[in-house]
Nanobody
């Protein structure tokens, strides 16, 4: 089982960026998948969680209306479309899988991606 993120980079405030997470090695769709981020000096926080069983999706209040998750089941890819980026969105973004969603958080995380850096700066 492997999660590989891509798509990070340096952008200006107000720009958009799209992250991708390719999930390989999974034999079923009975799990939750989502995104976390960790800014320098801060704890890792949940950004979004998608429950694959029923498609329910949750977002952190700080990103609602700006970030959107989508899944390509054929390509086993989870995308995070980030719009209207702010300096406070600067962080390393991680893809993760687990048992269930509790709001924006993936619970009982069993796999992490390596992370991709997103920097929002003018």
């Amino acid at each position: 089982v492997q999660l590989v993120e891509s798509g990070g980079g340096l952008v200006q405030p107000g720009d958009s960026l799209r992250l991708s997470c390719v999930a390989s090695g999974f034999t079923s769709d009975d799990y939750a998948i989502g995104w976390f981020r960790q800014a320098p000096g801060k704890e890792r926080e949940g950004v979004s969680c998608l429950h694959l069983r029923d498609g329910s999706t949750y977002y952190a209040d700080s990103v609602k209306g700006r970030f959107f998750v989508s899944r390509d089941s054929r390509k086993k890819t989870l995308a995070l479309q980030m719009n209207s980026l702010k300096a406070e969105d600067t962080a390393v973004y991680y893809c993760a899988t687990g048992n269930v969603c509790r709001g924006r958080n993936v619970l009982f995380v069993d796999h992490w991606g390596q992370g991709t850096q997103v920097t929002v700066s003018s």
